[in-house]
């Protein structure tokens, strides 16, 4: 006679960690994590294992014109510490708008055993040079950090560069006291740099940027006081693809944008120029010859721009799918026919508030080319998201 089966009671907490691990990542909704770690300590501690990415709540975490005078949040040592002790698997840490935060709780980055890959520092006013050594000296691994506004010199981005060589982006926005020293450092250090913000930053001439890894394909230079020697610097790399030079004054150097249609940047495809007032017929030609791949150009606002600019876009921009020509004085008739008869591969024109422009031209212009879309609509920072 067969003696019965004996049955053991099972439960799901006698599965091993590594079935737990599994049951958590099948869970796609945020919205059960958080009451799977609600369960005992130890799902709490699997849940903190798979945590990748860890932001405060700030006011400062997008930046305005009302926030930037408001009190930051404070975050204490201690606090941190604790965090990044419970999440010890972190591949995002964004710390942004925490103004008061000192180089000193940058410390707990050298025994952080995650490999951090990216690192938001915005508006900490109290971080320096020294807490870029600490981040140098822990975040081996880091590919992105952010620093807009951060009281940081040359002397802190050369550490970082030198302890953090595979960064890929960097956004040093409003970072006043950076010159080009400190964007050699990166240009020679980090050579997959891919994207780099330095917008507003007044040292900045772009001569740092000579020699640069052709991997680099999007600078943001936005408000600098970029030279034709540092324009040359910019596109050395030959990698180019997004170029931000809005709002820059070339009126000390003259029409010297020439030098982006001189071989260097054949892989240009967006290119931001608004509120470039002095640049010329000269540039704008040898832009429109030289990068046969720009698909977006905002030329508004720049007055230099007369019929032989209009024609030589028309002509050589095939490629050319969104044109800004807001405000531009001195697009007329003739300059419109112009555009009208070659961009042949135009989608958007956004041409609100032009002067010399009669409404004949306009009407002549959407009964010829019906498939382009009329925008009055100006936007100053253009990118792939437009």
């Not at 510490?81 to 980055?109: A, V």
């Not at 964007?183 to 250090?189: G, I, M, N, Y």
């Not at 394909?217 to 997004?242: F, K, Q, R, W």
């Not at 720009?294 to 876009?313: D, F």
Request: hydrophobic fraction near 40%; charge should be neutral; include cysteine.
């Amino acid at each position: 006679m067969e003696e019965p089966l004996s049955y053991t009671l099972t439960s799901i907490m006698h599965l091993p960690d590594d079935c737990l691990s599994i049951v958590f990542q099948f869970l796609v909704c945020s919205t059960d994590h958080e009451p799977f770690g609600l369960t005992c300590h130890r799902w709490l501690n699997i849940q903190n294992t798979h945590r990748r990415s860890l932001q405060f709540h700030s006011s400062l975490a997008l930046p305005n014109a009302s926030s930037l005078s408001q009190r930051g949040l404070v975050v204490s040592a201690f606090h941190l510490h604790r965090l990044l002790t419970r999440f010890q698997h972190l591949h995002y840490l964004s710390l942004s708008g925490c103004s008061e935060l000192p180089d000193s709780c940058l410390t707990f980055l050298q025994s952080y055993p995650s490999k951090l890959l990216h690192l938001n520092l915005d508006c900490c006013f109290g971080i320096t040079d020294n807490g870029l050594s600490l981040v140098a000296a822990g975040c081996s691994s880091l590919e992105a950090i952010s620093l807009y506004r951060c009281n940081i010199t040359d002397a802190g981005l050369e550490t970082l560069a030198n302890g953090c060589s595979a960064l890929k982006h960097i956004n040093l926005s409003y970072c006043s006291l950076v010159s080009d020293g400190g964007l050699r450092a990166l240009s020679q250090s980090c050579c997959h740099l891919e994207a780099v913000k330095i917008s507003h930053c007044s040292g900045v001439t772009g001569t740092g940027f000579k020699g640069c890894s052709p991997t680099l394909t999007h600078i943001d230079a936005d408000s600098c006081n970029l030279d034709p020697e540092g324009i040359m610097g910019i596109v050395s790399g030959g990698g180019l693809e997004y170029l931000n030079v809005s709002r820059v004054d070339w009126w000390r150097s003259g029409d010297t944008l020439a030098v982006l249609g001189a071989g260097f940047a054949t892989r240009l495809k967006i290119l931001n120029l608004w509120l470039c007032r002095t640049v010329g017929d000269e540039s704008i030609a040898a832009i429109a010859r030289g990068c046969p791949l720009l698909q977006e150009w905002n030329v508004a606002l720049c007055h230099g721009v007369r019929i032989a600019g209009w024609q030589s876009i028309g002509i050589n921009c095939n490629k050319l799918e969104k044109l800004h020509v807001n405000r531009c004085r001195n697009l007329c008739d003739l300059g419109l026919q112009a555009l009208r008869e070659g961009c042949k591969g135009l989608l958007v024109l956004y041409i609100g508030r032009t002067w010399k422009l009669s409404a004949t031209a306009i009407e002549l212009f959407k009964l010829c080319r019906g498939n382009v879309e009329i925008s009055e609509k100006e936007i100053m920072f253009i990118g792939p998201s437009n």
